[in-house]
Structure formats: C-alpha cells, structure tokens
C-alpha cells in the first residue's frame, strides 16, 4: 500500500488530527523540500510549543534509553540507572510541546527497532513523555540517495505516514510571507518546473531550500559573480537562466509612475515581463499604495489580478481590511478562490531537458 502524497495545507491539517488522537506522524520526502521546516511551523502555530530535537541517526540503539550511570542505593550497595537522553522532553513537562525525530530512515536498524517502544508506548526504560508531546519524525526516501534505510515494518506501523510533496503555489506563499526577493518569486512563478528537481544523481540538487540560499545570496551579489555564486546552490543552468530573466528588469514599469498615473502607465505586452510586475507589486503596498497600483492591475487579464490579490494577502494581510481591496473581492469573488495561480503550460524553447540544468 502507497503512503498518501499531500501538500502543506493537507499535511497541516493531518498534523492536527494526528497529535489530537495521539498519534505519532512520520512525514518523508526529498531533501530540501521542508520536512523539519513545517513540523517548527506546525509547533509555532499552535502556542508556539517547544520543540526536543532528536536525530535518530546520530543514536546508538542503546544511546535511545540513555546513558547509564552508577547510583547508590540507601543499603551502600550499588546499582546502574539509565540517564535520559537532553533531547527527551523532561518528564515533568506539563505544556503541550513536540518531539521532533530527525532523519529517521537514515538511522541504523537497530536504533529505529530501539525507538519502538517511545513510538507506540511512549515510553523507553523507566522514562515517559509527558502525556502532552506530540511525536513527529522526518526522513528521506530510500531513492533520494540519502543514506536511507527501509523501515521496519514494526516501526511504520507505529506511524501515520505521508510524503511532503512542493507545489509551486505552496512555496511561491511561503516565499512572500517570509519577504523573498521579488524577482524569485517572479521567476519561479515563469518556471515552477525548476522549484524542485527529483534527479538526484545531480552533484547540485534544486530543491525549496536550494532557493532559500539563493535568496540569502542575491544581496551580496555582483554582476560578474552573479552566475557563479548562485549556480553553487540552484546549479549553472537554472542559475543562468535567473541571470538572465532578472535582465527584464529595464523592462519594468516604475514604481513611481504607477503611484503617479495607474490609468496611463504602460502594461508590459510580453508575459514574462507581466509575472515580474504581478510578483513585485505586493511587497510595494500599503494602505497608502493600494489605490493606485490597484488600479494599475485592473487593467491586466483577470488571472494576473487574482494572483496579486492572493499574494497580496499573503504578503500584507493587512491590506485585505481595505474597503477598496473587499470591493474589488466581490468583483472578482468568482475567481479569487476557483481559478488557479497564473502558470504557464509551455514555454517557448523548453524542450524540457532540465536534467542539465541542476
């Protein structure tokens, strides 16, 4: 039987279901495409719980009941205890909180065979969670070539299992709420096939997170060390082709020109060009810019002004209080929530040999 393939808002939503019925949650996927990430997100949205790291492939299987010490006994003699691990949760601990395992397909056998009993009893040796933790493990597939081992059947089924798959819609969100640079997202939105590549025999793999350094990158880079630089996290051909649609840039429309006259400046006619104006819009308004960029993105198709509500909304929440911005809802209220985010079906001189891009 096929573990089910979910994207974040489902995996969410699982995770919620999952912790209130005591179950523990096992979500595998490539690397990079934010495991661990959603499960701190998972934590923080709800009361902010603290999270135990624990990486399992780090662990002896003796080293899962913890490290033994000699104690004395009220008669003088003597006898060895079992220490808890500092990555457990302290028994006392009355607030909900999450126990992370990291890497647990990369773990020996032997110390998944030895977390069976924290899994279903939730309990090693003489140590219990405390009764509010809530246990997530994390793990590679076996064909992503990261040192992955099966697991055993008796440690899956002791788990929900699921596999975290990237939507480009789903990250292009995540990048606006944490302030990506604009001319990611915009190119991400012209080439999603190139947020997450499965060739994993490439030295560079291309992943979410491989676009998370990019972005990191992106300020201290100059023209002569852009391609380089970038190609060392996202690979020489996706790093060449963002080189080369960040030149579009002369090709915007000016911010202060829009502001200025929104009914006359010009709309760019290539479509390229309308996803970097659609992407770099949002990080531009507030309740004193709205008006006129509003405006301004009327007068493109329906799907662009869609997409700019939606990400809008992610990137000033605020801005959905509007009057303006619920009026224009309303007229748009058959696609807001109906038509998917603009993407494109082919691209001109795509032969769709992306293998060499990472």
């Known amino acids: ?5 979910l994207r974040i808002p489902a995996l969410v939503q699982e995770l919620s279901i999952n912790a209130r019925a005591g179950i523990p949650t096992y979500i595998s996927g490539p690397a990079g495409v934010g495991k661990s990430q959603l499960a701190h997100q998972f934590a ?3 009361n902010d719980m603290k999270v135990f790291e624990l990486r399992a492939n780090l662990y002896d299987p003796v080293d899962v009941r913890g490290g033994l010490k000699v104690v004395e006994q009220d008669d003088g003699t003597y006898r060895t205890r079992y220490g808890v691990p500092e ?3 302290p028994t006392n601990m009355v607030e909900p909180c999450v126990l992370l395992i990291e890497e647990l397909a990369q773990a020996s056998k032997a110390t998944m065979n030895a977390l069976l009993q924290l899994l279903l009893d939730r309990s090693v040796g003489a ?3 405390p009764v509010n933790t809530i246990i997530i493990a994390t793990g590679n597939r076996i064909i992503d070539r990261a040192g992955s081992n099966e697991i055993p059947t008796p440690v899956r089924n002791r788990l929900a299992q699921y596999e975290l798959v990237a939507n480009a819609e789903d990250v292009v969100d995540h990048m606006f709420r944490n302030n990506y640079d604009p001319r990611i997202i915009a190119f991400l939105r012209y080439r999603p096939n190139l947020i997450q590549h499965d060739d994993m025999t490439q030295q560079v793999i291309l992943s979410p997170r491989s676009w998370e350094f990019a972005n990191k990158k992106l300020p201290y880079l100059t023209n002569d060390t852009m391609i380089s630089s970038l190609a060392s996290v996202i690979g020489e ?6 080189v080369t649609y960040i030149e579009i840039e002369d090709k915007l429309p000016k911010l202060a020109d829009i502001l200025a006259a929104p009914r006359v400046t010009k709309v760019p006619a290539e479509g390229h060009v309308q996803y970097a104006v659609t992407a770099m819009l949002p990080s531009k308004t507030d309740e004193t810019t709205f008006d006129a960029i509003s405006t301004y993105i009327k ?3 329906q799907e662009f002004q869609v997409t700019y509500m939606k990400d809008v909304v992610n ?17 748009l209220s058959a696609d807001m929530y109906s038509a998917p985010t603009v993407t494109p079906t082919t691209i001109p001189g795509d032969n769709h040999g992306t293998r060499t891009f990472n």
């Open 87 to 89: 990555d457990f949760p």
């Open 127 to 129: 140590y219990k969670l």
């Open 44 to 46: 923080k949205a709800n």
């Open 315 to 331: 990137a000033k929440p605020e801005i959905k209080e509007l009057q303006l911005f619920k009026e224009w809802a309303v007229e």
């Open 1 to 5: 039987m096929s573990i089910p393939k």
């Open 299 to 301: 007068r493109f198709a």
């Open 237 to 242: 051909g996706p790093a060449g082709e963002f």
